[in-house]
């Protein structure tokens, strides 16, 4: 039980170049999320899939794209990235249990756009 | 809308100091409240949660209670050690199975022995 994986781990770009963070969940969990955390600002919900063939934007949604490709993947996508995207973007999923529900983190992707 | 505030760090102790995190929450009905930390060049990982009023959540030593008429769910621990040293966010989310998690900007704490 591998719980929340994330690919890659470090990732340095150039302005303008596109990539796409690859994220996976074994857990059978229904929702699924995208944060970037930077320095000061704790974590802003980017964008997220309360369940497979749903997505939804959250707080810091411009210059992304995601795809539910199936109940256990997410992919968060950069079309032409700024410097401004430079971030730790983390992965995480939770199983809808009503009004508790916990959020398994992955352990991050490190992106710096030069 | 909802939204958490915490104290702000850094906070440095020495081992076995007492520790206290401030947290305070602005929410539309009854939410749920969490503690998460977060340990070096890791993500993040849940420590406790409380789902009500007067509810206390407790794990690894660490303790916090959901008040209501404060709005707060502060994070306590009577001894800390180095191992401690990670960064604590407060959280909440609302009573409806599909919302996401509202996060405060996390405290960073440092213990030296």
């Known amino acids: 039980n591998a719980g929340v994986t994330q690919t890659p781990k470090f990732q340095v770009l150039k302005t303008g170049q596109s990539m796409t963070l690859q994220c996976a969940q074994d857990?059978?969990?229904?929702?699924m999320y995208w944060y970037r955390q930077d320095p000061g600002m704790g974590l802003r919900l980017i964008y997220y899939s309360a369940s497979e063939g749903t997505t939804d934007k959250g707080e810091v949604p411009n210059g992304y794209n995601v795809s539910r490709l199936n109940k256990r993947e997410f992919s968060l996508r950069l079309e032409s990235a700024a410097p401004s995207q430079t971030s730790v973007y983390f992965c995480?999923?939770?199983?809808?249990?009503?009004?508790?529900?916990?959020?398994?983190f992955g352990p991050g992707t490190r992106l710096t756009v030069l | 809308g909802n939204s958490v505030t915490q104290m702000e760090g850094p906070v440095t102790l020495s081992e076995e100091a007492f520790l206290t995190i401030n947290c305070t929450y602005t929410?539309?009905?009854?939410?749920?409240l969490f503690w998460y930390v977060q340990y070096p060049g890791e993500g993040l990982q849940l420590l406790l949660k409380a789902t009500k009023a007067d509810d206390k959540g407790s794990n690894k030593g660490f303790e916090a209670t959901y008040r209501k008429e404060t709005t707060s769910f502060h994070l306590e621990k009577g001894s800390v050690q180095v191992s401690d040293s990670a960064v604590y966010f407060c959280?909440?989310?609302?009573?409806?199975?599909?919302?996401?998690?509202?996060f405060g900007k996390g405290t960073r704490l440092s213990v030296i022995a």
């Open positions: 995480a999923s939770s199983d809808v249990t009503g009004w508790t529900d916990t959020q398994y």
């Open positions: 959280a909440l989310i609302r009573n409806s199975g599909n919302t996401p998690l509202v």
């Open positions: 857990m059978n969990h229904n929702s």
């Open positions: 929410a539309t009905g009854y939410p749920s």
